[in-house]
């Protein structure tokens, strides 16, 4: 059973915007700490942004004041609003779910974001 399935990514021009998407299943999205990541080609996977289940946000330096992450627990969604876009944020990026006392993670496929200069 698919637990997280992301979408929008695409290709957008530099100064532009996307919004991210991640379905996630009710059972996880109701007890998770939910974060984007992304991986560019040859670079680790590294954090843009986290939420936790009492809506608290958390962003990287790079991310900070250009992302928003955010829910809609009516739709079991988290998102990941993107502007300013720049080519330097080309990667793919992961929807994640942080789980319980031991952290069991569940992550998402992947959905493409490049940013043309």
């Known amino acids: 059973q698919v637990q997280l399935v992301e979408s929008g990514g695409g290709l957008v021009q530099a100064g532009g915007s996307l919004r991210l998407s991640c379905a996630v299943l009710r059972s996880i999205f109701v007890i998770a700490d939910m974060g984007w990541y992304r991986q560019a080609p040859g670079k680790q996977r590294e954090l843009d942004a986290t939420?936790?289940?009492?809506?608290?946000?958390n962003y990287a330096a790079s991310a900070k004041g250009r992302f928003t992450i955010s829910t809609d627990n009516a739709k079991n969604t988290v998102y990941l609003q993107m502007n300013s876009l720049k080519p330097e944020d080309t990667a793919v990026y992961y929807c994640?779910?942080?789980?319980?006392?031991?952290?069991?993670?569940?992550w998402g496929q992947g959905t493409q974001v490049t940013v043309s200069s």
């Open positions: 994640n779910a942080e789980v319980g006392r031991y952290r069991t993670n569940y």
């Open positions: 939420i936790s289940t009492g809506g608290s946000t």
